[in-house]
């Protein structure tokens, strides 16, 4: 890949994901491609292995352009499952482990899944809702990750072990895939509604990939590290795919070595991890040591390292950090380049879009003005391209041939993008987007209570906690652990809210909707209930 103004791409380098897996596992032959949860993996088992998954979805008479929902854990069955739904030129539907109650239903049945693999560990989640799934026929069961006594399941679903996939012995499936079809569907976390399907096919991951690879600069001697889970694009695309289109390595866990992360580091030879949210600010929180620079890694990419932190940081643990702008539906708008960057920014437009601040109007406003952040592709297939059965959504997003992000920023003089804050509805908690209508949704069907909003306030450790403001029904009394106790298994655990401030009544505007940004110059008022100050402890 050349360096300078982007990557360039030969007309015999694969477009699909299931030509780049087997390119990849070529090239790559017997070298170590993966380490997930200490199980090692080759580039050529790798290849084989998600052959053998491949076959088996399609002995169970899955076919092309089937839509199969994953509720997994990292683990090397997650990547032998994704890699063998492409390969059979099925669409993914990954699922946030943490979904519960009516927003699993809800991913499940808006994506048309026909099946849905699934650890044993969350079976007793997806019991609660199958009856409401009427699509759903089967069910493949990981259970390398063991759930707690049986769960019964109804005789319409048929149940399968994902152990026996591996072993069906039938033909491997070589569909004919279009780089323009769909790969996979991942749900965006909603924000005055449902979650949302982002529709990305296979030009658009595989160009994320490339992308993201030319950025950092990974080579075949880099071995790349993450935790976070294979249902964002963010571990799939820059660092599994990453890692293995630089013909490198990866590590992979279920969660983040906070305290002895650069022990790992040493010990696994990392050259490179990704953070979100306030990970960076949770690793400048360790002791300091004598040994801080003593690590192997030299480069991290992500988003938000706190300005008044990032040169120490870079200083204290002898790396560069890389920062960009983007969501699921065009990642890496923006990017800083460690040779032309701004701490603080999301640096100037990359490559791959055009971006612009805009006003009411979509008028471009003059540099420093706030604005509604906007975007479109400059090459075909790099973006997402559309969200699953919103055509209404879809083209309200495009007006006037931008994309709108719903997001809000400025941009300075030489075009570096500063980011303000979101103008949708949703909250930002260490790396993850919540949505305030799934949590208003679960905590509006208590019985004593009335009505809720719920929105972020400033956290310490940088982005945002959840704050629940309700008010309750004439005459009920409700506690604010109670009121915890019962979100419990009706959302997911890091959308819980922190805060419970109970209110006569919520402000409105003339249409009656709420006024959460009055809400949150409000702040913590004195009677806003905060459980980290009364020692309560969210179950997982």
Known sequence: MARGSGFTLRSD?????????????????????????????????????????SAGFASLGLEQGA???????????????????????????????????????????HADAEALVVDELFLPHLAAVIDELPKVKQVIVNRNEPGEGSVDLPSRVAVHDLADLYNTGGPVPMPTVRRGDTAVVLHSSGTTGPPKGVVLSHDAVIHLTRHLVWLMGYEASDRLYTAFPLFHNNAKYTTVCAAM???????MDQRFPVKNFWEVAREKEITAFNYMGALVMMLYKQPPSPSDADNPV??????????????????RFGMSLVEVYGMTECPMSCENRLDNRKIGSAGRESMTYEVRIVDENDEIVPPNTPGEIVVRPKMAG???????????????????LWFHTGDRGTMDEDGFLFF??????????????????????????????LESAAYGVASELSESEVVIAGVLQPGATLAPEELLDYCHGRMAHFAIPRYVRFMDALPKNASERVEKYKLREQGLTPETWDRDAHGYKVKR
């Open 13 to 53: 380098d694969p477009r699909t994901f299931p030509e780049w897996i087997r390119h990849r596992a070529r090239i790559g032959g017997d070298k170590v491609a993966a380490e997930v949860n200490g199980v090692v993996r080759t580039y050529a088992e790798l290849d084989h292995l998600t052959d053998c998954t």
């Open 67 to 109: 839509h199969v929902s994953v509720m997994m854990q990292n683990s090397i069955e997650n990547i032998d499952t994704w890699f063998g739904l492409q390969k059979a030129g099925i669409v993914e539907v990954p699922v946030h482990t943490a979904s519960r109650g009516g927003a699993l239903r809800y991913i499940v049945d």
């Open 245 to 251: 289109e630089a013909g490198g390595s990866f590590v």
């Open 298 to 315: 030299r480069i991290a990419f992500g988003a938000p390292c706190p300005v008044e932190i990032w040169e120490d940081f870079e200083r």
């Open 382 to 400: 790099a973006i997402f391209s559309g969200y699953y059965r919103r055509e209404a959504e879809t083209v309200e997003a495009w007006q006037n």
């Open 420 to 449: 303000i804050d979101r103008m949708k509805d949703c909250i930002r908690r260490r790396g993850e987007n919540i949505s305030s209508w799934e949590v208003e949704s679960a905590v509006n069907t208590h019985e004593a209570v």
